[in-house]
């Protein structure tokens, strides 16, 4: 259980982020793993979740703008509902008048049992009325009907009297009048036999009337009111009375129909306003109905919906974040392992390349020794010969000379193995101060024979001033001799090669150049060249891999190298390497 448990987080955590593999840095394929894992997992999110939040997005407007229009068609009609239900209300009332006027006259309505017939009669009939009276012309009560004591009152000078004067039929705003009790008033003109007129005015109960409005109350959160076109409530308001009875919103601007907008109230909270100035068929009025909705309530299931809908978001977007990292890291880490791999078997060629470039120096240095053994095996054997046939040798110049060409070679031979072991010593990888001047003279020196032999001139020009370089000794004889071997197969007999040397930002770097007049290299494959497995050699004589290790082991020295070439002129290799370095060097 425990086993397989290590094998699932093994595969799931990330696992590129371990520092004991810094020497396959340099053959990875991508530098900074973690930064290819972020940009996977934010680029997979970004696709996967954006077109979700904008979906999301779209649909709340959809919706919102829905549920906003088909509020205040809903706002819209109720109000159109219910000012038809208060202009019946009035318009019933006042064909009532109306007809009894027509039907009866003045000298039947102004008696007084007659005036109580009548009430009673509209009463039965309609309802809402609370008392009748008949006013003459000059605005003095004639007769009255009712349980207050209003005869002989003067209404000259009330505004609904002279309204009535001018349209023959009035429905006036809330008032107390000479009763102190709010009360509406309706009246209606009609003429007597001598030419004058006289007023039939009814007393309208406005509890009926704000029953009348109650019953298109929709909901906790709605109100609906009449005030008159100043503002000033005609019936109660449950939200929205303010000071001295005015309705503490705008009042709307006339329309000659119903109407719904959104807005907000006196605190800034959104609400949905119906309205509809109300006028009879018989006479006009100064009611606006208003019908006002809190937008917080009508939305609560719109709200709640919402909220849902976030939750199902969240969620959503968390087992994606979370499916898309898993992913993410899995397939990262495959690819870490594959690269990592391929790095691996990168630095296994690069040891293999390194026994056999100490294989070529082995058979480079038998060739050496192979030559000044035999000249030792003749001299000795000459040496032999003398002491066989002379007496006296002790002071032969030419028994002296060939001793002297015995202790040469063997000193010869000497500097051949230590110049060898100096390459077997590239295994240890403390770096060490180097002599940049001997170690060239070294890995040149192996290959005189050849150049003399091909007639290739090598010129060597490394000033004294070029200080001494801490760095990994057999690196750096690795890089050196592979540049060279690569030189030499590219030159032809007669050619050159040019190695110089000169420092750089303040003694702080040395750069090595390292020039043929061979081939070159075309500018095609100039970006090809430090790539593993490439070659522009024939088949069967390169494996593609000298250059990419040579680039490999320059990196781990903390320098760097760029090639400089043209076809059939020549190429120039340049090696850049810091004098010091700050951290110590890993195989």
């Not at 208003?290 to 009508?298: F, L, S």
């Not at 000033?463 to 540049?483: F, S, V």
Request: aromatic letters at 8%; one cysteine or more; proline letters at 3%.
């Amino acid at each position: 259980m425990a086993e397989s448990l290590n094998k699932i987080s093994g595969t799931l955590l990330p696992q590129f982020n371990r520092s004991d593999d810094e020497h396959l840095n340099p053959y990875y394929t991508f530098q900074d793993y973690r930064q290819t894992w972020g940009m996977t997992i934010f680029t997979l999110m970004t696709t996967a979740l954006l077109p979700l939040v904008v979906m999301t997005l779209i649909y709340y407007q959809l919706i919102e703008t829905s549920i906003n229009t088909e509020s205040l068609l809903r706002t819209e009609r109720l109000a159109s509902n219910a000012r038809r239900a208060v202009t019946f209300f009035l318009e019933e009332r006042l064909a009532a008048l109306t007809f009894t006027v027509n039907e009866m006259g003045y000298d039947q309505l102004t008696n007084p049992n007659s005036l109580a017939e009548v009430l009673r009669n509209l009463k039965l009939g309609f309802g809402g009325l609370t008392d009748l009276s008949v006013i003459a012309d000059s605005g003095t009560q004639v007769t009255y009907a009712g349980p207050f004591n209003l005869e002989g009152k003067d209404y000259s000078n009330q505004p609904w009297f002279i309204e009535c004067q001018q349209h023959n039929a009035c429905v006036s705003e809330i008032f107390s009048g000479y009763r102190e009790v709010p009360h509406v008033v309706v009246a209606v003109k009609s003429m007597r036999p001598d030419g004058r007129f006289f007023v039939l005015r009814a007393t309208l109960e406005t509890e009926r009337m704000i029953q009348v409005l109650s019953s298109y109350k929709t909901g906790e959160h709605a109100d609906i009111f009449l005030v008159n076109r100043n503002g000033l409530l005609q019936t109660p308001s449950q939200f929205y009375e303010g000071a001295s009875h005015q309705v503490n919103l705008p009042v709307p601007a006339y329309s000659d129909r119903t109407k719904a907008v959104m807005s907000t109230d006196h605190s800034g909270q959104p609400i949905l306003i119906g309205y509809a100035f109300i006028d009879t068929k018989i006479a006009p009025t100064s009611f606006i109905l208003m019908v006002i909705k809190q937008k917080a309530g009508m939305m609560k299931v719109w709200l709640d919906l919402r909220s849902n809908i976030n939750w199902f978001f969240g969620i959503s977007a968390i087992i994606i974040a979370l499916v898309i990292t898993l992913t993410s890291t899995v397939m990262v880490n495959k690819i870490f392992q594959a690269d990592r791999q391929k790095a691996e078997t990168m630095v296994a060629a690069e040891r293999n390349c390194q026994l056999a470039s100490i294989g070529q120096l082995a058979a480079g240095v038998a060739h050496e020794i192979n030559n000044p053994l035999a000249l030792i095996n003749e001299t000795a054997g000459y040496v032999r010969d003398l002491f066989t046939i002379k007496q006296q040798y002790k002071e032969d110049p030419d028994l002296v000379e060939h001793i002297d060409s015995i202790i040469e070679a063997v000193e010869r031979c000497g500097t051949i193995t230590r110049q060898l072991l100096g390459f077997a010593r590239h295994f240890d990888v403390q770096s060490q101060p180097i002599n940049l001047n001997d170690m060239v003279a070294d890995v040149i020196n192996f290959h005189k024979k050849e150049a003399e032999y091909r007639n290739i001139k090598i010129q060597v020009n490394i000033p004294e001033t070029i200080p001494l370089i801490e760095t990994d000794r057999g690196k750096l004889q690795q890089i050196i001799l592979n540049l060279v071997n690569n030189a030499f197969q590219a030159i032809d007999n007669g050619c050159f090669l040019d190695v110089w040397a000169e420092t750089v930002e303040g003694d702080e770097q040395v750069r090595l150049f390292i020039r043929d007049n061979g081939c070159g290299i075309s500018e095609d494959h100039l970006n090809k060249v430090f790539e593993p497995f490439f070659t522009t050699k024939k088949e069967g004589h390169g494996t593609g891999l000298g250059l990419s290790i040579t680039y490999g082991l320059v990196k781990k020295l903390h320098g760097n190298i760029t090639v400089q070439s043209k076809t059939g002129q020549g190429t120039t290799f340049v090696i850049s390497l810091p004098v010091k370095l700050k951290e110590e060097i890993h195989v």
